[in-house]
């Protein structure tokens, strides 16, 4: 058995700090190995899958307009490439201007009610853009999918952090992302066979791709409704609030470990304060992870709309084009696993990061040295693609895992998710204008510019893999000398007589731990 022996120091009132010592002396680790397996396999068979499946929902109605340009979507709706970019700049302006917002409201109502609901408000929103018929209806669509899709990724993850311990967040986090990852993989793979319904009903293919993917969506919506929890306190799902979730058991398990973990944990309160707006926007680490994902994501953003596009440029029939840009998304999920658990099992954060941008950075050069090749190299540009699309995505959960450790409560924990989540949407404002109509087919311009843009990412990843080395170093080299120091009296109470001097040796011995993991738990 053991107990939460970190108390808290400073400026605290003394009531308030002895109420809280009270309550970490409560929390006990009365349970064994096997009865924490079990819950936290329960708590992985639940949550999970229903946030991944939100997130495949999101992705498949955010990604399915690439595969539509395929389908003649342009000619239809008579609009050309850039004003077709503008629509995916509203798209992620809608998201970015009600993202905190959206995630204020989370905190305050609780995720399983507000995921529950914007889970039905986009995939409504997905299906009505079947019915597009002219640039102003493309325009405002792509806006009202963007607003009613925000919050709804930075609300997961923040929904993960409340359920599992540090060491446990960033592989849930990669699967999370596994989400967006298969969904961005499958829209290409059921496009291929959803555009051959052109002409069915009389309607386009694009017209079957957003009803069917829009209702599949609220189906969705529907059974989170249904299962999900809506946090610790409150775990119950939306639809049958009183049916239980967990066993009373599991549940204690689950509560505690989390709060033995991260006492901050347990202390959410109604809203988020100005204090931890003035916390979270003040802090210069938490910016260079929301510019290393602003790096990677515009860049990604880009090449992920216009893959199809791209490989229909080799001489590839268009809608096949559709399934050969699913191969190096499919590969990615294995390729991501793989550097998620180098991340979570070695503590290799930053490492992973700068790895994931090199190869990224990489894959854009494959593209431009390849841009002149004729169509009997076709594959060797099909190459350039797929290795783009394997490396492209993961290297922004990875930083959002190594970001949400260095956050010190539940508040700056909210709101550096939705920071980060603003700057991944950020980076597809400016990202829907890198690849041009005056650039097609080749775009060596646009390939330029993505390289210098993951160039920049990678010196800051780079630097703050540095800056977190030395604050480690540092942090180790205090805790060393603080235990020594305390250590002290210890000894010297150990040459005096009596039973008195023996217990002041051992409350200098407890004071020594006490310290150290003070210590410890601030680097």
């Known amino acids: 058995m053991s107990t939460l022996d970190i108390t808290s120091v400073g400026s605290e009132p003394a009531d308030h700090r002895q109420k809280k010592d009270e309550e970490s002396v409560a929390l006990t680790m009365d349970w064994s190995k096997e009865e924490e397996a079990r819950a936290k396999r329960k708590l992985d068979c639940i949550m999970l899958p229903l946030l991944l499946a939100g997130f495949f929902c999101l992705q498949l109605d955010r990604g399915n307009i690439a595969n539509a340009i395929t389908d003649s979507f342009m000619e239809d709706l008579r609009i050309d490439q850039n004003q077709f970019n503008i629509g995916q700049q509203l798209l992620s ?52 999918l963007g607003i009613t899709e925000s919050g709804y990724i930075p609300g997961s993850l923040w929904t993960l952090s409340t359920w599992y311990t540090r060491d446990e967040t960033a592989k849930r986090v990669m699967l999370f992302y596994f989400g967006s990852q298969f969904g961005s993989a499958s829209s290409k793979l059921l496009a291929y066979g959803i555009l051959h319904m052109r002409g069915v009903g009389g309607k386009p293919g694009w017209f079957w791709l957003f009803a069917l993917m829009g209702a599949f969506t609220v189906l969705c919506g529907c059974i989170l409704g249904l299962f999900l929890p809506d946090s ?7 639809f049958l609030p009183r049916r ?21 944990k347990g202390e959410k309160k109604p809203h988020i304060g100005l204090a931890a707006f003035k916390k979270a926007f003040s802090s210069c680490r938490l910016w260079v992870h929301i510019v290393i994902t602003l790096a990677n994501n515009g860049p990604q953003r880009a090449f992920d709309t216009y893959s199809p596009s791209i490989i229909t440029s080799f001489a590839f029939p268009k809608l096949t084009s559709n399934a050969m840009a699913s191969v190096g998304l499919f590969l990615q999920i294995p390729i991501s696993y793989l550097f998620s658990y180098a991340s979570d099992q070695h503590d290799w954060r930053g490492q992973v990061v700068i790895g994931g941008l090199a190869c990224h950075l990489t894959g854009h050069a494959f593209n431009l040295a390849f841009a002149g090749f004729g169509p009997a190299l076709r594959g060797l540009r099909y190459f350039g693609v797929v290795w783009t699309q394997t490396f492209g995505t993961f290297s922004h959960p990875l930083n959002v895992a190594w970001m949400s450790l260095a956050c010190e409560d539940q508040e700056v924990r909210a709101l550096s998710m939705s920071m980060v989540i603003m700057g991944a949407n950020s980076a597809g404002i400016y990202g829907a204008q890198i690849f041009r109509a005056d650039d097609k087919p080749l775009y060596t311009r646009g390939f330029t510019i993505n390289i210098a843009i993951l160039s920049l990412g990678l010196v800051l990843a780079v630097a703050k ?18 235990a020594v120091v305390e250590a002290a009296p210890v000894l010297k109470s150990g040459h005096d007589d009596g039973d008195e001097s023996r217990d002041g040796g051992e409350k200098g011995q407890s004071m020594a731990r006490v310290r150290t993991c003070e210590v410890d738990a601030s680097g």
């Open 93 to 144: 302006l809608g998201i970015v201007v009600t993202e905190i917002p959206s995630n204020m409201l989370l905190y305050r109502v609780g995720p399983g009610k507000w995921l529950t609901l914007q889970l039905f408000l986009f995939g409504i929103t997905s299906t009505f853009q079947a019915f597009q018929t002219s640039y102003k209806s493309f325009l405002l669509t792509r806006l009202i």
């Open 232 to 238: 610790t306190k409150k775990p119950h799902s939306t």
């Open 244 to 264: 239980a979730i967990f066993s009373a058991r599991d549940l204690h398990i689950l509560r505690t470990r989390v709060l033995l973990d991260d006492p901050m």
């Open 465 to 482: 893999a540095g800056d977190d080395y030395r604050r480690k170093k540092k942090a180790a080299q205090a805790s060393t000398g603080i």
